[in-house]
């Protein structure tokens, strides 16, 4: 029995959908294993802006930095898409904000195929078999976070610039995540840079070299983003962890999430310093948006809200046995046929957001 503080932010569109049924399967959890989870909701993003004028108030990420986890949603949505608004009124500038404050330089996007969903992807199921990888994306650097970022006009017209700055420590301290994942799992890692033609990826790879050789156990490779785009759709179950900069690692991550089908059924955990037993602070959202075209319908699929509590159970609280039942839970519901819209195949029942929920929890009672 143990108790844990935790930050609940569901955001906007779908966000407060999902993380609904995520709560009411953390509930579930506590009920069955002892435990007591103590949570704090807020407002964020879009949410927090018509409410008090910024995507993400200071108390509110000072709380969350109190925070033994945080259970993120989804922000943003056309009401607040102006993009000549002041920065904090834009709703993505409060999860950039949390994920700076929070040092969050982790992200996990793990990207397995179920076997009974291989047919929701447009990619064959013959390349797809065996998929099962871990992006980790670096989160607090490149061309996110990089100064000069401006906009002006002179004489010529208009002109911004975005700058993707990395320094050793940053580069040395994500692929360490990587290394580590990997030895964890088929002790194979693939390390994605431009290094063709950027500074910042001649020193990203310089460093992964240097790495790989204080790391032997592990089989590293190399690629250049664009080849490992290719990649990705072409050979798909060779990759076991791939670590990459901010910029490439969304791209790729938006990329790779189709090889599951639907996007609604992928976790992710952005994750800091680590203790000794490896635990520690995180946030952990569903990769899919915020999906204001469904929101507000029962529509969406909580199952990527639920599994991301998992990660959380499992990566912040240290809760291993509890995340295993939440996952499992969630292979049964599917086993027995339960369905949202989005995984439907024609002819299969479609349930509602809550009633997946429901079928999760209920496994866990
Ligand atoms: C993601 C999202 C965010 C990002 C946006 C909403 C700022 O696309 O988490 O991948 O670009 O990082
Ligand atoms: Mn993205």
Sequence with gaps: MASFNLMVLPGDGIGPEVTAEAVKVLGAVEKRFGHEFALKEDLFGGAAIDAYGTSARQETLDAAKRADAVLFGAVGGPKWDDPSGSPERRPEWGLLQIRKQLGLFANLRPVKIHPLMADSSTIKREVLDGTDMVVI?????????????????????????????????????????????????????????????????????????????????????????????????????????????????????????????????????????????????????????????????????????????????????????????????????????????????????VVDTTRMGDEIAGRLA
């Design 137 to 349: 994306r670096e989160l607090t650097g490149g061309l996110y976070f990089g100064e000069p970022k401006r906009r002006w006009s002179d004489g010529d017209g208009r002109k911004a610039v975005d700058t993707m700055f990395y320094s050793e420590e940053e580069v040395r301290r994500i692929l360490q995540v990587g290394f580590d994942l990997a030895r964890q799992r088929r002790k194979k890692l693939t390390s994605v840079d431009k290094m063709n033609v950027l500074e910042t990826g001649r020193l990203w790879r310089e460093i992964a070299v240097e790495m790989g050789r204080q790391h032997p156990d592990i089989e590293l490779d190399h690629l250049l983003v664009d080849a490992c785009a290719m990649h990705l759709i072409r050979r798909p179950a060779d990759f076991d962890v791939i670590v990459t900069e901010n910029t490439f690692g969304d791209i790729l991550t938006d990329e790779a999430s189709m090889l599951a089908g639907s996007m609604g059924m992928l976790p992710s955990a952005s994750l800091g310093a680590r203790r000794p037993d490896g635990t520690g602070l995180g946030l952990y959202e569903p990769i899919h948006g915020s999906a204001p075209d469904i929101a507000g319908q029962g529509k969406a699929n909580p199952l990527a809200a639920i599994l991301s509590a998992a990660m959380l159970l499992r990566l912040s609280l240290g809760l291993t046995a509890e995340a295993d039942a939440v996952e499992r839970a969630v292979d049964e519901a599917l086993a027995a046929g339960w369905r949202t819209a989005d995984i439907a195949r024609p002819g299969e029942q």
